[in-house]
């Protein structure tokens, strides 16, 4: 029994690695898209969305991977819980990495038309609270933190919420004002809106965390 639970512990340990090395590729994924904003970077923006692929498929190498062990070792307890949270996790870090995708093949559409100064600085902001949460959250799965450390990965949330919503208003305010302005503001919310969901999608991954830890699974989105 002991070289069973012992075989069952290290292939947990390899595959919440294995998370952890997904996690690294959508993170560089999600920084790059933002390197393409912030300098109109075209060529980067399809070389994204062409490394977008290798992300899915290395999400389909790793559920199968999460399938034969759960069904070869039969994990029980703590283990059960890792294991589940990484069969989840992975569907949530391909749908992230989506996200930078989404995000350059907006900046395609736009194509060469310069975007304004401004709303750009801001999603910049929100882009950065949610790559720090997600950065954070997975760390705290990958370590095996406790609850506190998983709850402290994405305390600012909320914050990554008001700030979309101050630059929903701002943009929606200037496309009133200037009609012109309506198509480039529709892409500034779509943009804006994917970094978004990465903050949302960190606090799942906290959640997970938690659950593993602690074995409950708390309701971090504060959107909710």
Same mark, same amino acid.
């Given at each position: 029994?002991?070289?069973?639970?012992?075989?069952?512990?290290?292939?947990?340990?390899? =595959?919440?690695?294995?998370?952890?090395?997904?996690?690294? @590729?959508?993170?560089?994924?999600?920084?790059?898209?933002?390197?393409?904003?912030?300098?109109?970077?075209?060529?980067?923006?399809?070389?994204?969305?062409?490394?977008?692929?290798?992300?899915?498929?290395?999400?389909?190498?790793?559920?199968?991977?999460? =399938?034969?062990? =759960?069904?070869?070792?039969?994990?029980?307890?703590?283990?059960? @819980?890792?294991?589940?949270?990484?069969?989840? =996790?992975?569907?949530?870090?391909?749908?992230?990495?989506?996200?930078? +995708? /989404?995000? +350059?093949?907006?900046?395609?559409?736009?194509?060469?038309?310069?975007?304004?100064?401004?709303?750009?600085?801001?999603?910049?902001?929100?882009? #950065?609270?949610?790559?720090?949460?997600?950065?954070?959250?997975? /760390?705290?799965?990958?370590?095996?933190?406790?609850?506190?450390?998983?709850?402290?990965?994405?305390?600012?949330?909320?914050?990554?919420?008001? /700030?979309?919503?101050?630059?929903?208003?701002?943009?929606? #305010?200037?496309?009133?004002? #200037?009609?012109?302005?309506?198509?480039?503001?529709?892409?500034?919310?779509?943009?804006?809106?994917?970094?978004? @969901?990465?903050?949302?999608? !960190?606090?799942?991954?906290?959640?997970?965390?938690?659950?593993? !830890?602690?074995?409950?699974?708390?309701?971090?989105?504060?959107?909710?």
């Amino acid at each position: 029994m002991p070289d069973t639970i012992s075989l069952v512990q290290k292939k947990r340990a390899q =595959l919440q690695a294995a998370i952890g090395d997904l996690g690294t @590729r959508v993170i560089h994924a999600l920084q790059r898209s933002v390197i393409c904003l912030k300098t109109h970077d075209l060529d980067l923006a399809a070389q994204i969305i062409a490394a977008d692929a290798e992300i899915n498929q290395q999400r389909r190498a790793l559920e199968q991977q999460c =399938l034969v062990t =759960l069904a070869a070792y039969k994990p029980a307890g703590e283990d059960l @819980r890792a294991l589940g949270s990484c069969m989840e =996790l992975v569907s949530e870090l391909e749908r992230i990495g989506d996200y930078a +995708a /989404d995000v +350059a093949s907006v900046m395609l559409k736009i194509g060469e038309t310069p975007l304004p100064q401004e709303p750009v600085l801001a999603i910049l902001d929100v882009a #950065d609270n949610a790559m720090n949460m997600l950065a954070a959250a997975l /760390d705290a799965f990958i370590s095996n933190g406790d609850e506190t450390t998983a709850r402290a990965a994405v305390i600012h949330e909320a914050q990554v919420d008001r /700030d979309e919503a101050a630059l929903v208003k701002r943009v929606l #305010d200037q496309m009133q004002m #200037d009609a012109s302005f309506a198509l480039i503001g529709t892409y500034l919310l779509w943009i804006v809106h994917n970094y978004e @969901r990465v903050a949302d999608r !960190a606090t799942t991954v906290a959640e997970r965390a938690i659950y593993v !830890a602690a074995g409950h699974t708390p309701n971090l989105n504060l959107a909710d």
